[in-house]
């Protein structure tokens, strides 16, 4: 009976094991099924990765530049100017990536003694020289004048993509012979306090410029500090009320419902925050600087102080300048923002027409801003500026 019971357990741990082989089994072809899957995915990744890629000609298309930037080095008598470097970005044909690269415009002034044909002929020999290629050129026309536009390339293959990507566009033209001015420009510029960059390149060229400090700004100090290390004039750059509230860029400012006193604590505040300044415009304010009350009651405290109001002239209705007058106050009136757009060429024509103002009136006073495009515009033309007769003047100097 013993034995009987033996042989069952025996028969029983067998079928156990058998069960539990099986069991292995099955797990073991689920993971390596799973490691298959797993394995083709990546690969599959992988495969994309590799697939999905770039042609990135910026490196190239920076050399470019530069190349043709030696190139005009060596010609001194041209006038070379140029719009800020663009990135580009291209769907490749196979949609396996994009195509990046930079590119630029440049206007070429050639003296107008010297044939723009020949010009022509020899920047694209030279451009050759530096294994860049003109693709194009077509006659044309440029600030009234005969010109020559040239397309400089470079080359690349993406896949079975040929790659043509243009760098560079050449505006080459004859120079007219050069207006002489007469008459003084000044020039106010606003809103320094924030990026100090522009605000220490405009400071820093050698013309009169006179530079508005909006008050209580993180670089209010610090830009205070360069403008006048740099020996120029400081103002406060007021912030007033504008008529539309949502429109306001400040949150501390004067305002109509301030009381005379808070106008005049708040305006006193503001002005001893930059000491050493030397007059006041406003900051927006076309709602306040329209108001008789409230223009009054700021316009006591800069009497008090010694400062000028320029009316900065955002609103058509200001009557800031008018109420300066009738209180005694040195003033004078904004007649033109230079830099609404902020395209430097836009910027740059605008402070030529600030220049034909002040050849026709004798005197123009104008705003710009402390913005990056604003300084490259300024840095561009402030010497022809100079040599064409206008005379650079503070805004202290012009008030009365």
Same mark, same amino acid.
């Given at each position: 009976?013993?034995?009987?019971?033996?042989?069952?357990?025996?028969?029983?741990?067998?079928?156990?094991?058998?069960?539990?082989?099986?069991?292995l089994a099955v797990a073991g072809g689920f993971f390596y099924a799973s490691g298959k899957d797993t394995a083709k995915k990546n690969s599959d990744d992988a495969k994309q990765k590799v697939q999905s890629t770039d042609l990135d000609l910026r490196g190239r298309?920076?050399?470019?530049?530069?190349?043709?930037?030696?190139?005009?080095?060596?010609?001194?008598?041209?006038?070379?100017?140029?719009?800020?470097?663009? *990135?580009?970005?291209?769907?490749?044909?196979?949609?396996?990536?994009?195509?990046?690269?930079?590119?630029?415009?440049?206007?070429? @002034?050639?003296? =107008?003694? *010297?044939?723009?044909?020949?010009?022509?002929?020899?920047?694209?020999?030279?451009?050759?020289?530096?294994?860049l290629f003109i693709i194009s050129r077509k006659n044309t026309s440029f600030a009234g004048s005969k010109a020559i536009v040239l397309e400089v390339a470079i080359y690349?293959?993406?896949?079975?993509? *040929?790659?043509?990507?243009?760098?560079?566009?050449?505006?080459?033209?004859?120079?007219?012979?050069?207006?002489?001015?007469?008459?003084?420009?000044?020039?106010?510029?606003?809103?320094?306090?924030?990026?100090?960059?522009?605000?220490?390149?405009?400071?820093?060229?050698?013309?009169?410029?006179?530079?508005?400090?909006?008050?209580?700004?993180?670089? !209010?100090?610090?830009?205070?500090?360069?403008?006048?290390?740099?020996?120029?004039?400081?103002?406060?750059?007021?912030?007033?009320?504008? +008529?539309?509230?949502?429109?306001?860029? *400040?949150?501390?400012?004067?305002?109509?419902?301030?009381?005379?006193?808070?106008?005049?604590?708040?305006?006193?505040?503001?002005?001893?925050?930059?000491?050493?300044?030397?007059?006041?415009?406003?900051?927006?304010?076309?709602?306040?600087?329209?108001?008789?009350?409230?223009?009054?009651?700021?316009?006591?405290?800069?009497?008090?102080?010694?400062?000028?109001?320029?009316? @900065?002239?955002?609103? @058509?209705?200001?009557?800031?300048?008018?109420?300066?007058?009738?209180?005694?106050?040195?003033?004078?009136?904004?007649?033109?923002?230079?830099?609404?757009?902020?395209? &430097?060429?836009?910027?740059?024509?605008?402070?030529?027409? =600030?220049?034909?103002?002040?050849?026709?009136?004798? +005197?123009?006073? &104008?705003?710009?801003?402390?913005?990056?495009?604003? =300084?490259?515009?300024?840095?561009?033309?402030?010497?022809?500026?100079?040599?064409?007769?206008?005379?650079?003047?503070?805004?202290? !100097?012009?008030?009365?």
């Amino acid at each position: 009976m013993a034995k009987k019971i033996r042989r069952r357990n025996s028969r029983g741990s067998g079928f156990l094991l058998l069960i539990i082989f099986l069991a292995l089994a099955v797990a073991g072809g689920f993971f390596y099924a799973s490691g298959k899957d797993t394995a083709k995915k990546n690969s599959d990744d992988a495969k994309q990765k590799v697939q999905s890629t770039d042609l990135d000609l910026r490196g190239r298309s920076k050399s470019a530049h530069e190349a043709l930037d030696s190139i005009f080095a060596s010609k001194t008598s041209w006038r070379v100017s140029d719009n800020d470097v663009k *990135e580009r970005k291209q769907e490749r044909t196979d949609k396996k990536g994009n195509i990046l690269w930079s590119e630029r415009k440049l206007s070429v @002034s050639v003296p =107008a003694a *010297e044939d723009l044909e020949a010009a022509a002929t020899w920047i694209t020999g030279k451009a050759k020289a530096e294994n860049l290629f003109i693709i194009s050129r077509k006659n044309t026309s440029f600030a009234g004048s005969k010109a020559i536009v040239l397309e400089v390339a470079i080359y690349g293959k993406a896949g079975t993509q *040929e790659v043509t990507c243009i760098t560079d566009t050449l505006t080459v033209y004859n120079a007219t012979k050069e207006k002489k001015y007469s008459g003084n420009l000044a020039v106010i510029v606003d809103d320094c306090g924030y990026d100090l960059a522009p605000v220490q390149k405009l400071s820093g060229l050698p013309i009169k410029m006179s530079f508005a400090i909006l008050p209580f700004k993180a670089n !209010s100090s610090a830009a205070l500090g360069v403008i006048q290390g740099n020996g120029k004039e400081a103002m406060l750059h007021l912030p007033m009320e504008p +008529l539309d509230a949502s429109a306001a860029s *400040e949150t501390k400012m004067v305002t109509v419902a301030m009381t005379k006193d808070e106008v005049q604590a708040y305006t006193k505040e503001a002005i001893d925050s930059l000491p050493g300044i030397a007059g006041v415009n406003n900051h927006q304010g076309s709602k306040a600087t329209s108001n008789r009350t409230t223009m009054k009651a700021v316009l006591e405290v800069l009497k008090s102080e010694g400062l000028f109001f320029i009316d @900065s002239n955002t609103y @058509s209705k200001s009557i800031g300048d008018q109420a300066a007058e009738e209180l005694g106050v040195p003033t004078a009136r904004n007649q033109k923002f230079l830099d609404n757009s902020s395209d &430097v060429d836009d910027i740059k024509k605008n402070i030529w027409a =600030a220049a034909e103002m002040a050849d026709k009136n004798g +005197l123009a006073v &104008v705003i710009c801003h402390a913005r990056p495009n604003t =300084a490259k515009a300024w840095s561009e033309v402030y010497s022809s500026l100079k040599d064409s007769g206008i005379k650079f003047v503070n805004a202290s !100097s012009i008030v009365h």
